[in-house]
């Protein structure tokens, strides 16, 4: 019977793809100014370094925000939660736009950061509440789509329209954004309450419920080993001599990303632990092969593939698992694998530039093989509570 509701109950898509298009614009306004560097510096007087800055300012202020913001706004109505944040969204985005000094750019950066800090975890668990539980992972993967489709179609697009139109008006197009998203959930969005004082896990708390150290080490662990190869794509492809080049590399794996986020929701509601297995199974399947046979091309452009297909539906896959053993403390839990996530891509991209400067772009999929290894152990051995075995 299970099964049978699964497949008749109806996706409410207008709410979803709300979500899906705030987590589209959340990411694309983090990365942005990593593909106008040139561009930013020049006009507000900063070197590049500065202007890359700002891309860390915002995720180191998303990662050190989100636990305490969550915690700060739990008892607030979701909806009028997540209207403010799309409002502050806007204005930082606005400020960024109109900015002609470093300083005040920087500032409106760590705002947008502390915003999306709690806009994360607030769509995440949003997806969930708008559908059964029997259907929860396939709502956030619907609902968190927007990342995956803004790291494969986004940025390149966004980067193609700062060519046309300069990277202050894009800013604006994204505050613009931000202004539509805010009429979109007022109208298609249905509100929920928030957190009453008595139905509030303490934070302490959620760290010691059966399976999620768990679900936080797989976290950490596998985004810090894809983002220690993902960050430095460009300089591994060159070394790789890979036929098309990063920009080909980029595009099979956004394409994989997709496809793998798709499997992902099909998936996860009823094979949560054999998806998750899977996942980090082909991410390291993917990097043994592209660690010794890679400078064969179509080998090389499969196994770049293959890879995305693994990244893709990954963080659904973590944030579904945290969901179901955090049962009251969603937004807490979501919080936490948020600054976790934020962690591993910052650590990845410290790694990966520690990897390359101490030995060679070739041990960057060598070390992605490694940490995966730890990924895999720790997910088969959660098989009690963190990616609980199918009761048959």
């Not at 915002?58 to 403010?84: C, E, Q």
Request: proline share 4%.
């Amino acid at each position: 019977m299970k099964q049978t509701s699964l497949v008749k109950e109806k996706l409410p898509l207008g709410s979803l793809l709300a979500l899906s298009t705030i987590s589209f614009s959340v990411l694309v306004t983090e990365l942005l100014p990593a593909g106008v560097l040139p561009e930013m510096s020049a006009d507000l007087g900063a070197s590049e370094a500065q202007i890359g800055s700002l891309v860390s300012a915002y995720a180191i202020a998303s990662a050190v925000a989100a636990i305490p913001g969550v915690s700060l706004t739990r008892g607030m109505g979701r909806k009028t939660l997540l209207l403010s944040l799309l409002v502050g969204f806007a204005v930082a985005n606005g400020i960024t736009a109109i900015s002609s000094n470093y300083s005040l750019t920087i500032v409106a950066r760590i705002l947008a950061g502390i915003f999306a800090s709690v806009l994360w975890p607030l769509v995440a668990s949003y997806a969930t509440r708008l559908v059964s539980p029997q259907n929860a992972g396939r709502a956030m993967a619907t609902a968190l789509t927007g990342s995956t489709i803004a790291l494969s179609i986004g940025l390149p697009l966004a980067s193609a329209i700062v060519g046309m139109v300069g990277w202050r008006a894009t800013f604006g197009i994204l505050t613009l954004l931000s202004l539509i998203l805010f009429v979109w959930v007022s109208l298609k969005v249905p509100p929920f309450p928030g957190e009453s004082a008595q139905d509030r896990v303490p934070l302490s708390q959620v760290f010691k419920i059966p399976g999620m150290p768990t679900i936080l080490i797989v976290t950490f662990a596998t985004l810090l080993a894809h983002y220690i190869l993902y960050t430095y794509i460009a300089p591994f492809t060159k070394a790789l001599h890979f036929e098309g080049g990063t920009s080909l590399a980029l595009l099979l794996f956004g394409i994989g990303t997709l496809v793998g986020i798709a499997l992902t929701g099909k998936l996860i509601d009823n094979h949560l632990r054999r998806t998750a297995l899977g996942t980090v199974l082909l991410t390291a399947i993917s990097m043994l092969v592209i660690g010794t046979v890679g400078n064969l091309a179509i080998i090389a452009h499969l196994s770049v593939f293959l890879w995305g297909v693994s990244f893709g539906g990954a963080p659904t896959l973590f944030q579904t698992a945290a969901n179901k053993v955090a049962d009251k403390a969603i937004d807490v839990a979501t919080s936490i694998i948020v600054t976790v996530y934020n962690l591993g891509i910052f650590g990845g991209s410290l790694a990966g530039g520690f990897i390359i400067s101490a030995s060679n772009a070739y041990a960057l999929p060598w070390t992605v093989f490694v940490l995966i290894l730890v990924s895999l152990i720790f997910v088969w051995n959660g098989y009690r509570h963190a990616f609980p075995r199918t009761k048959s």
